[in-house]
């Protein structure tokens, strides 16, 4: 009798740590590669709300940015499908970034920017270059349908964390993002931003507040959010420095929200001091 209670116990057991083992999210890619590119070639500026890219620095280190880019290449579906949702956003942002990087690094000559890449009928973000999840793609490829078009990923703070290798971009992050500290990298991303005077402020003198194209570009993406615009850009009165009364405006909509121009120089040291 003592056997078979102690035979059920074991198979009891034995059938938990099976079903832990299956519950559990694949492991997470190991982004480090590309977070030692980082740290060594990007540096931040204007008290971390900006950053530039050393590009000769990140040619010098090609071959490591080739075998990083080779390891998100041969990440197949099947094995794709197993991260969890921080897990695969995480690596599709860094897939964007690393890729951008690799695309200013492919030309003759460097770029003033990146738009000057390509022809007017095939710019740099319909350059067919690089391979994911098994299928040739493009940067809007991966931007517009594998990030934004599904569902269980988009988060409007990944406006945030992509990189188009130019200033008016928010800064590129001298780190990888990974799974288990998206949210908090997503967050933070997203409030340095948002207190870059450059690139969003308040305009006092004419009671407008002034903000970057990207939310006129994806305003959908923030109104999904939020409802509206000037409640999603509410949630950051702070990182804005919003006075009081500009608060309760946008709050009620009565505050004029206007798009800046965007600086579309490359994101070295000298545009972005």
Known sequence: MMLKVTLRT?????????????????????????????????????????SAVDYDGMASDQAALDDYLTRLSDVDKATFK???????????????????????????SRPDSIRDIGSIFSGPWSQRFFTLLGEERTLDELEHQMIRGNPSLMDPRIHFAVNCASVGCPALRPEAYTGD?????????????????????????????????IFDWYEEDFEDSAGSLGDYLL???????????????????????????????LNIGSNNP
């Open 10 to 50: 074991a198979l009891g057991a034995l059938l938990v740590a099976v079903l832990a083992v299956l519950a559990t999210p694949a492991l997470a890619f190991d982004h480090q590669q590309w977070d030692d590119l980082l740290e060594a070639h990007v540096s931040e500026h204007r008290d971390g709300v900006a």
């Open 82 to 108: 197993d991260f969890s949702d921080d897990q695969k956003l995480a690596f599709l942002i860094n897939a964007y970034n690393a890729f951008t990087v690799k695309l200013i690094l492919k030309q003759e």
């Open 181 to 213: 500290r998206l949210d908090a990298q997503l967050a933070d991303s997203t409030r340095r931003f948002l207190s870059d005077r450059r690139r969003n402020r308040f305009d006092e003198e004419d009671q407008v507040l002034r903000v970057s194209s």
């Open 235 to 265: 949630q950051y009165a702070d990182a804005l420095a919003l006075p009081a009364q500009a608060r309760r405006d946008l709050e009620a909509g009565d505050l004029p929200i206007r798009f800046l121009d965007y600086d579309w120089s």
